[in-house]
């Protein structure tokens, strides 16, 4: 069959042969065939090797291992190995055939079945067959010994508290002089220091001194030809021991003291010209590095490492960076030391060794070497192939972010991974890169024309041509008018077309996408007002785009060519410069977008029903929020002129989509923001106005880290006050800004504030607030507090509603609520009962937290809602 | 636990031996296999023989037309193991003499046996060759 199989020169014959095959052996099987069983089996093996199913030859391993003969239990046995696995039920019924054989007189069928138990047991067998497994460590020979001990290796990890019933066995065990039952006592002990803290004290007092003995023995051993490899007598052993014995030293100076002799013996006389001498040093270090060594010890031991890392082998070299990542955190000053040689790793050829040294690298920056390692990194960034330009880009902006002190070579630094592997750069990253750009008022002539004149060079580094773009629209004068030159730039003259030119040629580009192009929309508009002489140009590009297929392109070339046409008294206070885009707020959002995630996670389980949503994709492209402006704005335009009714359908098409139904993630705070602006501008429309109303309260959920800089920009366009906290404000915007239309004022109207829940410790008060024109939904503000003396940690709260109720769960305000009433966490949720007036609120509650690290939790049921919610 | 599985593979990226020593679908598997193999398959030997892959490494050494892979977990001795597989093909060269894939291929269970005597349950239990090769050397004289 094998042959067949062999000669087979496509996937779809070799599936032939096999299916053949199956069915032959199941004849075979339903024939009961005594003889021909084992052969089955071995072909049946070979079919699961490739890849295919055998499960219909599970009942036949277990009869041929219910057989008499040896040969047909051991091919029984290997099948069982191979085919089964510890999940299916069939292994339940080898229980009986393996206790049998474990009782068995003749050795070898004892060494199958104890073997075989090793390698599959279930939890249950390992309970059921212990005290054989015990048993036969009392057994002369020492292929079971060793057996055994592995075997119970498995039924300790398997049930833990075992683990008291081999402690004093695996102890003597490492007392034989049979090296295999050596290296398997060496290893249940190990096995049983990690399963038990009792263990590990038994094993140190009693075992410490054996080992040395052991170890020196091996390593002072003559010449002994069955163990030898390259001269060295057993390395596997060796290493075994010297693993024990990282693990009973650690932190417990008294035997670390005892190992300090023979480790120095072992890491000076080892040869280290031979692999397997090197697999001892290496595991040696590692030793010497996990226990309390003497100081002198680590020296030696840091010193190996260093001839380590210069030998010009890979795999050692490569073992040598992986150890050196522990040394890190035992003696960063040594590892310093070789840090020449780690970068020069970085520039291997070996994708692995890269990885490592990179790794190390990263561990080792730190303020007084971040410069030159940065630069080293980023001038092999121009040479290193593609698949590690990905990680590399991202360690480097790691490091530049995290050591930047100063913000021109933060800049500088960024601008250079942007030209080299801006594809490679993730978007938060430059969304940084323009907060701290924005941020540093007197290098924004100094940012802009690097930019301009990189981008000239190379256009095809996505990430590159948004920060420029961005940049060109914000700063273009400076641009222009050499603003702001520092010492070591280079004077350069750019005409006003010129830079128009360069973000027409970035929106046209064909590898561009949505995003670049639409970022380039935007700057295009902002130039035309800083250039009136090009104005009329950049309108001209600007209607090319009307037809784009791309809706978002569409409309912002409709919207924008409006603006330049027809508003030019308004144009100049629109296209203002962005307001300096605050650093800690964006910090905070980044922060908490991550622990928010998680708390989504946990609450979904809770409140099924709910679906919540977070702002997930902070500042997607930090212009955005000015498009709001642009839209309020246009809002004396009748309506968005051309295409007219379809398009508007258009748009509340987007409107509608971010409902709270659909789950949404980064992307729903854009088309929020986009929908919210069409939303308002067409609130001419009085017969709309209701209906829109809803959108916009549902929008404006996912539009939180936009609402900020609509705050601000309200300063320009509206003497609307703003608050930050949700939806409201954008009604306010509304109400004020669609001058014709009936303002939807009716006024939220006011519910009395409850106690939702109360036990001797915890308060929670619920406040409400209604959206006008809405009645369906309510925004309840959640205020926990703290009446106990203790400080409640990872305070996590959590609701469930009726099904006819939606629930949306705001991250709260912290996770830690102070003790004694001192303070409180404020959480905000928006509920939407889509059978206002028929049916009441409900609310099931549960509330966890630590106390001391002790994790409670407490549950309720919330039926005293006013009226009318 | 140590070994996670031993693979045989030929340069055609073919399965030759398998053994898992922890449990996976047989998705999973051809899926495994397929990837690790890819990987191996672009290295040449300048490369050094470890990868990673996933939340392990795979050691690998190639001998001739075969490689043999060898998962560890991630603190295991990567030099070490690399002596295993030296050991192995060693164990397996005094019983066939001077082994090459068609032995392996169809001397499975033998194979199997040898790696089973040699590993257990992910943990190394035997290094001596002759201790090794003594039951089935015994087994091929029963039959």
């Known amino acids: ?869 | 636990m140590g070994i996670r599985f031993v693979l045989l593979v030929n340069k055609q990226g073919q399965t030759r031996l398998a053994q898992y020593y922890e449990y996976l679908t047989l998705h999973e598997r051809r899926a495994l296999e397929g990837e690790i193999v890819r990987k191996c398959l672009a290295r040449n030997e300048h490369h050094c023989s470890f990868i990673e892959h996933r939340n392990y490494k795979v050691v690998y050494r190639r001998y001739a037309s075969l490689f043999f892979l060898v998962g560890v977990d991630n603190d295991e001795n990567e030099l070490a193991i690399l002596e295993f597989i030296h050991l192995l093909v060693e164990t397996m060269d005094r019983h066939f003499g001077n082994v090459c894939e068609l032995d392996i291929m169809f001397h499975l269970e033998k194979a199997h046996f040898m790696l089973e005597e040699m590993v257990m349950n992910g943990c190394i239990v035997e290094t001596s060759k002759s201790n090794i090769l003594a039951p089935i050397q015994l087994m091929d004289k029963a039959s």
Request: glycine residues 6%.
């Open chain 1, 1 to 869: 069959m094998i042959r067949a199989i062999r000669a087979c020169k496509t996937a779809a014959e070799e599936r032939g042969v096999v299916r053949k095959e199956c069915a032959a052996i199941r004849a075979a099987i339903s024939e009961n065939d005594p003889d021909y069983r084992h052969r089955n089996l071995a072909k049946l093996m070979f079919i699961h090797m490739l890849g295919y199913p055998t499960h219909f030859g599970q009942m036949e391993c277990l009869k041929l291992i219910a057989s008499a003969g040896f040969p047909e239990k051991r091919i029984g046995y290997l099948g069982l190995m191979l085919l089964l696995d510890e999940r299916q039920e069939v292994l339940m019924l080898v229980t009986n055939s393996l206790k049998q054989d474990l009782n068995h007189s003749n050795q070898y069928i004892v060494g199958l079945a104890i073997c075989a138990l090793g390698n599959i047991c279930s939890a249950e067998m390992a309970r059921d067959l212990a005290p054989e497994v015990e048993r036969l460590f009392q057994t002369r020979d020492p292929n079971i010994k060793k057996k055994a001990a592995l075997c119970s290796i498995r039924i300790i990890r398997k049930v833990p508290d075992l683990s008291e019933n081999f402690m004093s066995p695996a102890a003597s065990l490492l007392k034989e002089k049979h090296h295999g039952v050596l290296i398997a006592g060496v290893q249940l002990c190990t096995e049983l220091c990690k399963a038990s803290a009792e263990a590990l004290d038994y094993l140190r007092k009693n075992c410490t001194e054996v080992l040395v003995r052991i170890l020196k023995d091996v390593s002072n051993s003559p010449y002994a030809p069955e163990y030898d490899i390259a001269g060295i007598t057993d390395p596997f052993l060796h290493i075994r021991v010297l693993r024990l014995m990282r693990t009973l030293g650690q932190g417990d100076a008294d035997s670390s003291d005892f190992m300090n002799d023979i480790l120095a013996q072992v890491a000076t006389k080892t040869e280290s010209n031979k692999n397997a001498g090197n697999a001892i040093l290496y595991e040696c270090v590692e030793t010497i590095m996990g226990i309390e060594a003497t100081s002198g010890l680590r020296v030696l031991a840091i010193n190996i490492l260093g001839r380590f890392l210069s030998n010009r082998d890979n795999n050692i070299r490569y073992v040598a960076l992986n150890i050196l990542m522990k040394a890190i955190a035992v003696d960063a000053q040594a590892v310093q030391r070789h840090r020449a040689t780690i970068l020069e790793c970085v520039k291997d050829s070996d994708a692995s060794i890269r990885k490592r040294a990179l790794e190390l690298v990263f561990l080792l920056v730190n303020d007084t070497n971040v410069k030159p390692i940065t630069k080293d990194l980023i001038e092999y960034l121009e040479v290193s192939d593609q698949e590690f330009k990905g990680d590399l880009t991202v360690k480097i902006c790691l490091i530049v972010e995290k050591f930047s002190h100063e913000k021109l070579w933060y800049i500088d630094q960024m601008l250079k991974v942007l030209i080299e592997a801006g594809n490679f750069v993730k978007d938060e990253i430059w969304h940084a890169l323009v907060v701290v750009i924005s941020n540093a008022p007197d290098l924004h002539g100094y940012t802009v024309r690097s930019l301009y004149k990189a981008l000239q060079n190379s256009c095809e580094q996505e990430s590159l041509v948004r920060v420029a773009v961005w940049c060109i629209g914000e700063y273009g004068e400076l641009l222009i008018n050499n603003v702001g030159v520092l010492d070591v730039e280079e004077p350069i003259t750019v005409t006003e077309s010129d830079a128009v030119d360069v973000v027409e040629i970035s929106l046209k580009r064909h590898s561009s996408d949505i995003t670049t192009r639409a970022m380039s929309l935007i700057a295009l508009l902002k130039l035309s007002s800083r250039f009136p002489p090009c104005s009329e140009r950049i309108r001209e590009i600007i209607i090319q785009q009307k037809g784009s297929l791309v809706l978002e392109l569409q409309q912002r070339s409709l919207e924008f060519n409006a603006i330049i046409q027809k508003h030019q008294n308004i144009k100049s206070s629109l296209v203002e410069r962005m307001p300096v885009l605050e650093e800690s707020a964006y910090h905070n959002k980044k922060a908490a977008s991550a622990p928010g995630n998680l708390s989504e996670g946990k609450t979904r389980q809770a409140t099924a029903a709910a679906s919540l949503k977070l702002p997930n994709g902070v500042a997607k492209t930090p212009a955005a929020p000015l498009v709001d402006l642009l839209d309020l704005n246009s809002d004396d335009i009748p309506q968005p002129s051309s295409s007219g009714g379809d398009f508007l359908h258009d748009l509340l098409g987007i409107g509608l989509a971010p409902s709270p139904s659909s789950a949404g993630g980064g992307a729903m705070s854009s088309s929020g923001v986009d929908a919210l602006l069409d939303l308002l501008s067409i609130g001419e429309t009085p017969v709309q106005n209701d209906l829109l109303a809803s959108n916009i309260v549902s929008t404006s959920q996912d539009k939180l880290p936009s609402i900020s800089p609509l705050e601000r920009l309200s300063s320009v366009s509206s003497p609307v006050s703003l608050q930050s906290t949700g939806a409201a404000p954008v009604v306010d915007l509304l109400g004020s800004l669609s001058t014709n239309s009936s303002a939807p004022a009716d006024g939220s109207s006011v519910y009395p504030s409850i106690v939702a829940y109360q036990s001797d410790s915890l308060k929670i008060m619920f406040s409400f607030s209604k959206q006008p024109g809405n009645p369906q939904t309510t925004v309840i503000q959640a205020t926990y507090t703290n009446m106990s003396s203790n400080v409640y940690t990872d305070f996590l709260f959590q609701a469930a509603v009726p099904k006819f109720v939606q629930l949306k769960l705001d991250p709260g305000s912290s996770n830690i609520l102070p003790s004694s009433g001192n303070g409180s966490i404020t959480q905000r949720m928006v509920i939407t009962n889509t059978q206002h007036g028929q049916r009441a609120l409900a609310m099931r509650l549960r509330i966890s937290y630590k106390v001391d690290n002790q994790d409670k939790m407490e549950q309720g049921q919330v039926n005293n809602f006013p009226a009318g919610l």
